[in-house]
Nanobody
Framework: VQLQASGGGSVQAGGSLRLSCAASGRIYSINTMGWYRQAPGKQRELVASITRGGRTNYADSVKGRFTISRDNAKNTVYLPMNSLKPEDTGVYYC??????????WGQGTQVTVSS
């Protein structure tokens, strides 16, 4: 399985961005897809995830502002991010958890929110 992330960029506080992550390869082996982020000097943390069946999970800090969705036909997950805050700044990593518990990562994409 390969993950190709896109989106990200720089925006002022209150603005919006959208991340996308497309999976290819053995896509039938993917259970959960999602996004993690890592701010400078901090550990990587879950932002949002979604299972193949559509069950979602969010970090408390993004609830109500980010909405993850998944198009199983296109093997793609989307993360529109609204009302962005400076503390949302970091490198965002697409993630896929396979049914055999293997965890995969896509390349990181930078999100910078200025105040």
């Amino acid at each position: 399985v390969q993950l190709q992330a896109s989106g990200g960029g720089s925006v002022q506080a209150g603005g919006s961005l959208r991340l996308s992550c497309a999976a290819s390869g053995r896509i039938y082996s993917i259970n959960t897809m999602g996004w993690y982020r890592q701010a400078p000097g901090k550990q990587r943390e879950l932002v949002a995830s979604i299972t193949r069946g559509g069950r979602t999970n969010y970090a408390d800090s993004v609830k109500g502002r980010f909405t993850i969705s998944r198009d199983n036909a296109k093997n793609t997950v989307y993360l529109p991010m609204n009302s962005l805050k400076p503390e949302d700044t970091g490198v965002y990593y697409c993630n896929a958890d396979l049914y055999d518990t293997t965890r995969l990562w896509g390349q990181g994409t930078q999100v910078t929110v200025s105040s």
